[in-house]
C-alpha cells in the first residue's frame, strides 16, 4: 500500500475535443503505475466515487474519474446530475470519447506503465463492459451494471446499440461483481449475459454474492454488505493485478 | 382567505435549498438512487428553472412512504374551499 497520493480535480480532453473536469488520484512513487478509468455512476460525480479513485491510488493505480456531466456545468456535481438526469442522460458516443480521453491521459503520463484499466458502478458498470468492446483498454471491471441486455424498444438516439450487443467486439478481459439479490440486473440477466460471453469465448470472470443487492459497495446506504464487499474489492485487485502487470 | 389550517405529513429525507427565493417552471420527479439522504432509492423532486443553470433547483429526497404522506397532504390542502375555488376557475376540475 502507498501511504502518499496526490488528488485533485483537472480538466482532461474529452470526447470532440472538449475539456472536462476529472477527479485524478496516483500514488506519489517512483515506480511506474498501471491507470485505470473510474466510471461515476447515474446520480453524479460525487464523493463516493471519488474516494474509489483514492482507494485506487492507495493500492497503487493512478486513477482518473472523469466527470461524465461536465458540459452541463459548472455548479454543484448533484445539480449537474440533475440537470444531466431532466435530458435523458449523456450519449454512449459521448462517454466512449471522453473515457478514451481519459485512458489517453494515463497513458501519457511519464509515470505510466502503458496499461489502463477501467471500472464502473450502476451505470458505469454497463459503462465499463462497453468499453471494453469499444476501445483499447486492458482490463474492464463491472460492477452490477444495469440494463447491459434491453429490449429493441428501449434503445434511444442516446444509447442506440445494446450494450450486449457488442460483445462480439469485446477486446479485455471482463470481472463482473453482481450480488443475487439484485433486480436490476437480476440473476436471470446475468447468467444471459454469462452465456453470450461463454459462447463468443470471450476472458471474463463473475463473482455473484448472496445477500447482496444493487450497490453492495456504497458504505453510507442500507445496500452495503461488508463481507460481500471487502470479498468482492479483493476480486477487483486481483483480476487488476494480473491485466494491469502490477 | 387567511386561515391557520395545515395539513403536516411527517416525513423522512433530505433536501438541498437555495440561498434566497427563485422562480420555478419545472418539476422533475423521479424514483431513484438518492445523491444525500441515506437510502437506496428515494422519490426525489427536483423543483428548477433549467433556464437558470442547474444551480436553480430546490431539491427534496423523501422515503417512499413519506412521499405518500405528502401526496395525502398535498390533496387534502387542495380539497379546502379556497383551493377548490381557483381550481374550478382556473378550468383544472
Known sequence: MLEGMLAETIGITGHNGDTIQAYYARP?????????????????WDEWSKEVARKLAY?????????????????RWEDVAAAARAQG?????????????????????????????????????????MLACRIAVDAAVDCWGGAVIVSPDQLTPQR??????MTPEMRAPLLGIFGNDDANPDPAQVNRTEEELKRLG???????????????????????????AVDAWTRVFAFFGKHLGK | MCTYIVEKAEINGHGKGTADWIR?????????????????????VDFADPSAGPGARI????????????VQAIQAALASGQAQH?????GRT
Open chain 1, 28 to 44: 506519489m512513487t517512483a515506480d511506474p503505475v498501471p491507470g485505470v478509468v473510474v466510471l461515476h455512476h447515474m446520480p453524479g
Open chain 1, 59 to 75: 493500492h497503487g493505480y493512478a486513477a482518473i474519474c472523469p466527470h461524465l456531466y461536465s458540459r452541463l456545468g459548472p455548479g
Open chain 1, 89 to 129: 442522460g449523456v450519449s454512449d458516443a459521448q462517454v466512449v470519447g471522453d473515457s478514451a480521453g481519459a485512458a489517453a491521459f494515463l497513458r501519457a503520463q511519464p509515470s505510466s506503465n502503458g496499461k489502463v484499466g477501467v471500472i464502473g458502478f450502476c451505470s458505469g458498470g454497463r459503462q465499463a463492459y
Open chain 1, 160 to 165: 442506440p446499440v445494446a450494450v450486449i450487443d
Open chain 1, 202 to 228: 470471450k476472458q471474463y470472470e463473475f463473482y455473484r454474492y448472496d445477500g447482496a443487492g444493487h450497490g453492495f459497495f456504497a458504505v453510507d446506504r442500507p445496500s452495503y454488505r461488508p463481507q460481500q
Open chain 2, 24 to 44: 420555478l417552471t419545472r418539476a422533475n420527479v423521479y424514483y431513484d438512487h438518492p445523491a444525500s439522504a441515506p437510502f437506496d432509492h428515494a422519490l426525489i
Open chain 2, 59 to 70: 431539491s427534496v429526497e423523501l422515503s417512499a412512504e413519506s412521499a405518500q404522506a405528502l
Open chain 2, 86 to 90: 381557483d381550481l374550478v376557475a382556473m
